[in-house]
């Protein structure tokens, strides 16, 4: 995988923090994240840049809004998520079911 440039990713997408309607903070990671599309065998790497109890900002290519995943990030099991947003590399999922609070801080640690 590529290495991401974070300060050229934050000024292009800071906009994008301007208009925030989320009810739950966002924990910055730098995690990595295996996303499998549903129905699909090969497996897209990306790397988390925040997650939150409702779902995660990835750096990663190839998934389009609407798609139904299941993404491991880190060390925990794959869960099923869909593709809320997608721009230019950077997506957001929405986790099926919500992560709990403590499980989102121990991922800010790692």
């Known amino acids: ?4 440039d974070h300060e050229t990713n934050d000024a292009r997408f800071g906009r994008f923090a301007q208009t925030d309607r989320r009810a739950n903070p966002r924990t910055p990671t730098a995690l990595t994240a295996t996303i499998r599309a549903s129905g699909e065998v090969r497996r897209i790497k990306g790397e988390v840049a925040d997650v939150s109890v409702e779902g995660c900002k990835v750096f ?20 099923p998520a869909t593709v809320v947003w997608s721009r230019e590399g950077v997506v957001g999922l929405r986790f099926k079911n919500p992560l709990h609070q403590s499980t989102v801080t121990h991922l800010g640690f790692l």
């Open 1 to 4: 995988m590529n290495p991401i």
């Open 60 to 79: 990663t290519w190839g998934l389009h809004e609407g798609d139904e995943v299941w993404v491991a990030i880190a060390h925990l099991s794959p869960m």
